[in-house]
């Protein structure tokens, strides 16, 4: 009998699980619940589907908030199902997994999804901090004496880390990520034209046609929402310049947040960290121009990782791998 392996990236949006290389799971960490009986009747993108659209028996919730869990039950209820699902109907053992956690949470928060994660029913658990796990998982050589700074740009979080010898060295967590560049969306359109979108119609709208930095090429989206003083339905069209505008101030805190770990960073480190650029991941990490942005800001040459969204998860399954070497470096439990 074989225990199965699992990386599992536990996020404020997405919920994601590698098996060795392969992703066997993405969905939105999110449950659909029935208020009365406060049982769970839909998770991942079944619940993101009824999000705004379920009568009020039922309330559609995020059971993370800003990376850390904001609801304990449904989350180990999510995990169960999770867990469920990946096992298959020929479970027999508990399966090992690696699970993620941000940088910088308070004890009581990691201890909380370490139990999470044993009571959904796992034989052997380990927590990882998100910079780690992404860096593993991009392929950065951390495992030596020089300096790697990396971006982690989720949801509800933004992490600047600095790693070498498979640690952190500095690093510094914003509770505040892609979600603040979504709600900046739907203020801007609120106060330029008297317009009231959802937060999922703004963050359709940042993926489509959004940027960090002004482009070359202007694209326009046809948006619906509703109209501030009427409350009737309203038509505009929006462009790449305006969202370009409406962001600002969120990308400027993520700017910030980079900039003062590079500004904590040991004068050592710092000049390889030049010479190797600074690695952007997480969904965020997909907004077009931020990798310009950063540069500019920064004055560090920027880029993309090849798998920005699932780098943590692979990172963490890879982890599991890695124990003996990494052991004194993840949170402890
Ligand atoms: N093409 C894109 N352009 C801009 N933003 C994007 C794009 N694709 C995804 N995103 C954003 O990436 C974010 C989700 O990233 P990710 O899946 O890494 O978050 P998470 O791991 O669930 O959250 P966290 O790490 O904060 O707990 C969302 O805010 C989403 O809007
Ligand atoms: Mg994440």
Same mark, same amino acid.
């Given at each position: 009998?074989?225990?199965?392996?699992?990386?599992?990236?536990?996020?404020?949006?997405?919920?994601?699980?590698?098996?060795?290389?392969?992703?066997?799971?993405?969905?939105?960490?999110?449950?659909?619940? $029935? $208020?009365?009986?406060?049982?769970?009747?839909?998770?991942?993108?079944?619940?993101?589907?009824?999000? @705004?659209?379920?009568? *009020?028996?039922?309330?559609?919730?995020?059971?993370?908030?800003? !990376?850390?869990?904001?609801?304990? *039950?449904? #989350?180990?209820?999510?995990?169960?199902?999770?867990?469920?699902?990946?096992?298959?109907?020929?479970?027999?053992?508990? &399966? /090992?997994?690696?699970?993620?956690? &941000?940088?910088?949470?308070?004890?009581?928060?990691?201890?909380?999804?370490?139990?999470?994660?044993?009571?959904?029913? #796992? /034989?052997?658990? %380990?927590?990882?901090?998100?910079?780690?796990?992404?860096?593993?998982?991009? *392929?950065?050589?951390?495992?030596?004496?020089?300096?790697?700074?990396?971006?982690?740009?989720?949801?509800?979080?933004?992490?600047?880390?600095?790693?070498?010898?498979?640690?952190?060295?500095?690093?510094?967590?914003?509770?505040?990520?892609?979600?603040?560049?979504?709600?900046?969306? $739907?203020? %801007?359109?609120?106060?330029?034209?008297?317009?009231?979108?959802? +937060?999922? #119609?703004?963050?359709?709208?940042?993926?489509?046609?959004?940027?960090?930095?002004?482009?070359? +090429?202007?694209?326009?989206?046809?948006?619906?929402?509703?109209?501030? $003083? #009427?409350?009737?339905?309203?038509?505009?069209?929006?462009?790449?310049?305006?969202?370009? *505008?409406?962001?600002?101030?969120?990308?400027?805190?993520?700017?910030?947040?980079?900039?003062?770990?590079?500004?904590?960073?040991?004068?050592?480190?710092?000049?390889?960290?030049?010479? /190797?650029?600074?690695?952007?991941?997480? !969904?965020?990490?997909?907004?077009?121009?931020?990798? /310009?942005?950063?540069?500019?800001?920064? @004055?560090?040459?920027? %880029?993309?990782?090849?798998?920005?969204?699932?780098?943590?998860?692979?990172?963490?399954?890879?982890?599991?791998?890695?124990?003996?070497?990494?052991?004194?470096?993840? &949170?402890?439990?």
């Amino acid at each position: 009998m074989f225990t199965r392996e699992f990386g599992i990236d536990l996020g404020t949006m997405f919920t994601r699980v590698v098996e060795g290389k392969r992703l066997l799971f993405a969905e939105p960490t999110m449950a659909a619940i $029935v $208020v009365d009986e406060q049982k769970m009747v839909a998770w991942g993108q079944e619940a993101l589907d009824m999000y @705004g659209k379920v009568p *009020e028996t039922i309330e559609v919730i995020r059971p993370l908030q800003n !990376g850390v869990i904001a609801d304990y *039950e449904v #989350t180990e209820n999510m995990l169960k199902w999770l867990l469920r699902k990946m096992s298959g109907p020929f479970r027999i053992v508990p &399966p /090992r997994v690696m699970i993620t956690v &941000p940088y910088g949470i308070t004890s009581v928060e990691s201890r909380a999804v370490h139990e999470a994660i044993l009571e959904a029913g #796992t /034989r052997e658990a %380990y927590l990882i901090q998100q910079p780690l796990a992404a860096a593993i998982g991009a *392929e950065m050589p951390i495992g030596t004496p020089s300096g790697n700074m990396l971006l982690c740009l989720g949801g509800g979080t933004t992490q600047a880390a600095v790693l070498a010898m498979y640690g952190i060295v500095v690093a510094e967590t914003m509770r505040s990520g892609g979600l603040a560049l979504d709600d900046a969306i $739907v203020n %801007y359109t609120r106060k330029k034209y008297g317009l009231i979108i959802g +937060q999922l #119609t703004a963050e359709q709208i940042k993926i489509k046609i959004g940027a960090a930095i002004p482009q070359e +090429q202007e694209d326009a989206m046809d948006i619906q929402g509703q109209d501030q $003083v #009427t409350g009737l339905p309203r038509g505009i069209t929006i462009t790449t310049g305006e969202i370009v *505008e409406a962001i600002q101030d969120p990308l400027k805190d993520i700017c910030e947040t980079a900039r003062r770990v590079l500004e904590k960073t040991p004068p050592e480190l710092v000049s390889d960290i030049i010479d /190797r650029g600074i690695a952007l991941t997480g !969904g965020g990490a997909l907004l077009r121009g931020l990798d /310009r942005l950063i540069t500019k800001e920064l @004055g560090v040459p920027a %880029y993309l990782v090849d798998n920005p969204a699932t780098a943590v998860a692979e990172g963490a399954a890879r982890g599991i791998q890695m124990v003996p070497i990494l052991k004194r470096n993840l &949170p402890q439990t």
